[in-house]
Each structure stands twice: as structure tokens, then as C-alpha cells.
């Protein structure tokens, strides 16, 4: 039950993120598309680019309503699993472990997250590569994506193939799961140490709510610049042509590395850096309200558990 809970959560935390602030991942994505030998797009040409289509300031939205749906469910799955795997190691591999002990609490907050995040990395990339269509121009909506991609799917290619191009899921996994363990880590050492901890001179032992924001705007920075070179890989796997081009994740980083050179890997890091410091801030301060509200319990590291609403 707590496991559902914590899922619900999640999915509503993050439609709430994503609808915020859609506006920079479609800057983010379009940028890092862009393939040109001597320049990369600025942050202002981007926009520009955007805008400048059919439906203009509305395309900063483009794809929002596949994120959004498709990130429910996903997301979902990955908090879900996280908490679920996080109480289990607690009650069995790591039940004799001290509570002071850092370095078991770091093995089960990664275990966990990574654990959560590979089985939800399937489930992201059908929704991530029809939105990334739909951001690029590929196609104007979501109905005509996915009217082209099930029913006019090229000859070489399955309707399967499609949804999961070559190197889709791998690409996903390996930006998904490494962002995944720094975010998480980086979170929940700021709300043991920061959120969490103990006022100076107050009564009240009840978290201040701008500490979450704080807190997950700072965690999600760590981990947001630290793998956007992954996130590269996988937007050119997963976008029209350039998914053609190579063969698979290690090529497709080669080929940008000789090509293009090591700059080229942080393409789209200042948009995503906007997009998704302010995003996870959004999410894991709508996490926490959707948890208190849900009367989830929360799973501590010394085998304890408590109700978020009585902190």
C-alpha cells in the first residue's frame, strides 16, 4: 500500500513539474538535435527556431501532453519501486546495520534508485521519442505522431522499432539510472542534513516547506549537469534522422566525440540546468505535500519508519 501510495505521489508530483516548465526542455532538446560541426545553437537562436514555426509561443509546449501522461505512469513506477526496494533492504540485507552508518545508507538509497529507475527507463522511451518528435518538428502533435508512427512506419522499419528506436532504451537507461543515484543521493543527504534537521530555536519539528524546494532544486542541479553528456547520446538516438546515423550508444559517442569534439556533450546543459533545477524544486516540494497528504510513511535508514505528516 505505501508502495501505491508513494507512486501516486510521483506521477502527480511530476505531471505538475513537467507542465510548469516544459517551455526549456523543448529549448533543451532542440539544441542538442542541432548538429553543425563549428557552432551549436545559443539559447536565444533556439528559441527563435521554436517560435518562429506554425503555432509559435504554443510550440514551446510541444509534447507536453504525451510527457505528461506518459510521465504519470512512469515515474509512478520508478518512486514506487524506489521506496518499495529502499524498506526491503532495510528490513533484510541491512536490518543489523548501524543508523550512523554512511556508507550503508549510500548503497541503499543507489540499489534503490537504481533498481526503480531501470525498470521505469522501459517504460519512459516510448512517450520521451514521441515527445522529442513532436519538439523538433518532426511532427506537429501527438495524434498525427502517432497516426504516422503506427500506420505509415517506414518500410525498414517495425511499428516496434518505432517507439524503440536502435540504442533507445540503453541510451535512456544510462542517463536515466546514473541521474537517478546522484539525484536521489544528493536528495536525501539534504533532507537528513538540512531539511530535516533540527531548528536552533523553534518548537516545531515539522519540515519547512521551502527547505523541499531548496533541497530538490539543488539535488536535481547535481545531477542534471553531471549526466547531460548521456542525455546528448540519447536525444540524438531518439530524433528523426540522426537515430539512423549510428549504430548504437557507444557509436553515437564516438561519432559526436570526433566529429564535433567534447564540447558537443554539453550541448542543451544551460536549458536543462533552467528546466530541471526548477522542475525537480516543483517536484519533490509537490512530492512531499502529495506524501503528507497521503499519509505515506517514511522509510528511514535505521529500519524505523514513520508518517511524513507527523515529523
Known amino acids: 500500500m505505501e508502495g501505491l501510495k ?25 539544441q542538442q538535435e542541432y548538429i553543425a ?5 545559443s539559447l536565444t537562436e533556439a ?22 501522461i506518459g510521465s504519470m505512469p512512469s515515474v509512478g513506477l520508478y518512486f514506487g519501486l524506489y521506496s518499495y526496494s529502499k524498506r ?9 546495520a548501524s543508523p550512523s552508518d554512511q556508507l550503508i545508507k549510500t548503497l541503499t538509497i543507489a540499489v534503490s534508485a537504481a533498481f526503480g529507475n531501470t525498470v521505469a527507463s522501459v517504460s519512459r522511451v516510448p512517450y520521451e521519442v514521441v515527445k522529442q518528435k513532436i519538439q523538433v518538428d518532426i511532427y506537429p502533435n501527438t495524434f498525427v505522431a502517432l497516426r504516422e508512427m503506427i500506420f505509415n512506419a517506414e518500410a525498414n522499419q517495425s511499428v516496434l522499432r518505432q517507439f524503440f528506436p536502435k540504442g533507445g532504451i540503453s541510451s535512456q537507461m544510462i542517463r ?6 546522484l539525484t536521489l543521493l544528493s536528495y536525501e543527504y539534504l533532507r537528513e542534513n538540512f531539511v530535516n534537521a533540527a531548528p536552533s ?9 521551502w527547505k523541499d524546494l531548496i533541497a530538490g532544486g ?10 547531460n553528456p548521456l542525455d546528448v ?6 530524433t528523426g534522422d540522426n537515430a539512423l546515423k549510428y549504430s548504437g550508444v557507444w557509436d553515437c559517442g564516438y561519432t559526436i566525440l570526433k566529429e564535433e569534439g567534447p564540447k558537443a556533450f554539453m550541448k542543451g546543459s544551460v536549458p536543462r540546468l533552467i528546466h530541471k533545477i526548477p522542475a525537480n524544486a516543483v517536484f519533490f516540494l509537490s512530492y512531499e505535500f502529495f506524501r503528507r497528504l497521503l499519509k505515506v510513511e517514511q522509510v528511514t535508514n535505521n529500519n524505523d519508519s514513520k508518517k511524513d505528516g507527523g515529523k
Open 6 to 30: 508513494n507512486s501516486l505521489a510521483s506521477g502527480l508530483a511530476a505531471v505538475c513539474a513537467k507542465t510548469v516548465l516544459a517551455p526549456f526542455d523543448t529549448i533543451k532538446t532542440v
Open 176 to 181: 536515466d539510472v546514473p541521474y537517478a543515484i
Open 233 to 238: 547520446i540519447k536525444t540524438r538516438l531518439q
Open 218 to 227: 539543488m539535488a536535481g542541479g547535481i545531477g542534471t549537469y553531471l549526466t
Open 201 to 209: 530555536s523553534s518548537s516545531s519539528s515539522k519540515p519547512e516547506k
Open 88 to 96: 526491503k533492504l532495510n528490513e533484510g540485507l541491512f536490518s543489523n
Open 37 to 41: 560541426e563549428t557552432s551549436s545553437l
Open 47 to 68: 528559441f527563435k527556431m521554436i517560435t518562429s514555426r506554425k503555432g509559435g509561443f504554443l510550440n514551446l509546449y510541444a509534447g507536453l501532453g504525451v510527457a505528461a
